[in-house]
């Protein structure tokens, strides 16, 4: 089973508003007030997703550079530390390769 992760299902959003956005060019000529009731929910929607999207988009960016100004303040702060825990990743992930 696929992992799911936050960059699959912003892909898979982004598709779903692709496809509301297309489908809404493709009945633009289509009358009736049902249809146009429709429409309105559905270029509501886009618009709510696309608003969204970008929200998410910016916690993301902004969660990053926290958890990167983190990482470099403790590298700073213990450096010996951190170069230790380098060469244990290294070697595990050495071991792990060799293996194969």
Known sequence: MEKVTTEK?????????????????????QAGEKIAAARDRAQESVRAARKRMSEIQDDLVEQTKVMANNADAYVRDNPWQAV???AAAGLIVGLLVSRR
């Open 84 to 86: 230790g825990l380098a």
């Open 9 to 29: 299902l912003m892909d898979d959003l982004r598709t779903v508003v692709s496809d509301a956005e297309e489908l809404l060019r493709a009945t633009a000529g």
